[in-house]
Every structure is written in structure tokens, then in C-alpha cells.
């Protein structure tokens, strides 16, 4: 993306599989491009063997387990924007993600907002594998400000129960 001048960030479920160090699998890329390169996306992916799908997802001959999907933008975790990326290094490239913490964050927006309880256990795995990149005060703010202080008390919780076993 970043070769065809399109800034973008991963989200969802792809990024929880990176920090959990491949103990959650997703079978998809949510990839969150500048709505101002928007309209490159196609011809890019097209350049690169993908194929549209239904909807805004695009598959690959290649890779059929997989599909990339590209939200609407801005990144937004509930009611907090901008959202800064972190970077990674791979094979020479970068990689726009979410933090640990915010990848936490998204996942437990859809616990708080619409009861996912799969996506609070993916919380709780970030937690657990990237326990010195959570900040938890920081996570604490933003669950009080999304109405949902019980999903941090409850993550608290279940942490404090793994690490007593």
C-alpha cells in the first residue's frame, strides 16, 4: 500500500493475531486506508492479483483462506480520534497497526457496545502477551468514557485469575 502512495492502517482481528503471537487466527486483513488515496485501492490490489469480492472485501487465486477487507476511515476507537498508529518492521517494509492497548481497546468496544464476548477473550490474550505494552490506566480512561468501566473491571479480573493459575 504504502509503495502506491496509500497511507493505511490494520485493525481488527489481524492485529490481535500478531500480538497474541498466532494463538488467535483471523481469516481476514481489515486494512483502513486515508480516504483520500481510496480510489487507488482498486487498481492497486488489482496489480497485485487481487479480486474483488462481495462488497469491499478482495481475495486473492493465492490465498483463498483469506480476505482483506477495507473499512471506512478514520481509525476511531468509540468516541476516541485520532487514533495514532504504531509501526512494525517486516521483510524491509512497515506495518501501520494498532497499539496493544488499542487494539484492546477496539476489541472490547464490541463487548461494551454489542455484547461480543469473543472479542472480550481476545482483549484478554493481547493482555496477556503484550502485559508491558498495555497501559492499563490509559485503558481504564477510555472504558469509563465509553460507558463501559464493568468491561474493565471484568478484564481486571479474569487477568488476575489466569495469573493465579
Known amino acids: 500500500m504504502d509503495d502506491a502512495g496509500i497511507y493505511s492502517v490494520l485493525v481488527g482481528g489481524a492485529v490481535v493475531a500478531i500480538y497474541t503471537e498466532g494463538l488467535y487466527r483471523s481469516g481476514d486483513l481489515d486494512i483502513v486506508p486515508d480516504d483520500f488515496q481510496r480510489k ?9 492479483g487481487f479480486r474483488t469480492g462481495k462488497g469491499r472485501y478482495y481475495e486473492h ?5 483469506l ?36 487494539c484492546v481497546k477496539d476489541r472490547l468496544a464490541s463487548y461494551i457496545h454489542w455484547g461480543t464476548r ?21 485503558l481504564r480512561k477510555w472504558c469509563d468514557s465509553e460507558g463501559g468501566s464493568y468491561a474493565y473491571e471484568e478484564l481486571l479480573k479474569q487477568l488476575a485469575g489466569l495469573e493465579s493459575e
Do not use: M, W
Request: glycine content about 8%; proline content about 7%; charged content about 30%.
Open 40 to 48: 487507488k485501492l482498486g487498481h492497486t490490489l488489482e496489480g497485485l
Open 61 to 65: 487465486p493465492l490465498c483463498k483462506h
Open 118 to 138: 469473543d472479542c472480550f477473550d481476545q482483549a484478554v490474550l493481547v493482555c496477556q502477551r503484550q502485559s508491558e505494552r498495555v497501559d492499563l490506566e490509559n
Open 67 to 102: 480476505v482483506v477487507e477495507f473499512p471506512k476511515g478514520p481509525v476511531e476507537l468509540g468516541e476516541e480520534h485520532p487514533v495514532i498508529a504504531d509501526e512494525i518492521e517486516y521483510q524491509g517494509k512497515t506495518i501501520r497497526l494498532l497499539s496493544p492497548t488499542d
